[in-house]
């Protein structure tokens, strides 16, 4: 199965940018739906966006609109998280995930249940 590996956190001021990316190893990305989760402890897990890397489609949960760009390259087989004006709520641990093409991708990425990879995690912090 897959194996993900999530880069790219830092210590960031507010008004910021990142590029998280997520390197897969063992698969392809563009045979699976890609999903940036992020997750603040107590707090349940939430969908930043999804990509189905295969015809380029995204998502992105209304929670998380605007600030935020998911992007692949299938050649290096890795999919980005590009933020930008980064805000303090942002801070929180950022997953990447694999999850088959079972179900429209809207609705797959609302449902963490599906993504059956996931990788370690990379820490976002956004502090002044």
């Known amino acids: 199965q897959a194996q993900l590996v999530e880069s790219g956190g830092d210590l960031v001021q507010p008004g910021g940018s990142l590029r998280l990316s997520c390197a897969a190893s063992?698969?392809?990305?563009?045979?699976?739906?890609i999903g940036w989760f992020r997750q603040v402890p107590g707090k349940e897990r939430e969908a930043v966006s999804c990509i189905n890397t295969s015809d380029g489609r995204t998502y992105y949960p209304e929670s998380a609109k605007g600030r935020f760009t998911i992007s692949s390259d299938n050649a290096e087989n890795t999919v980005y998280l590009q933020m930008n004006n980064l805000k303090s709520e942002d801070t929180a641990v950022y997953y990447c995930?694999?999850?088959?093409?079972?179900?429209?991708?809207?609705?797959?990425?609302?449902?963490?249940?599906?993504?059956?990879?996931w990788g370690q995690g990379t820490q976002v912090t956004v502090s002044s």
């Open positions: 063992g698969v392809t990305l563009d045979s699976y739906y």
């Open positions: 995930a694999a999850g088959p093409r079972a179900f429209p991708l809207e609705s797959t990425c609302m449902k963490p249940v599906f993504f059956l990879s």
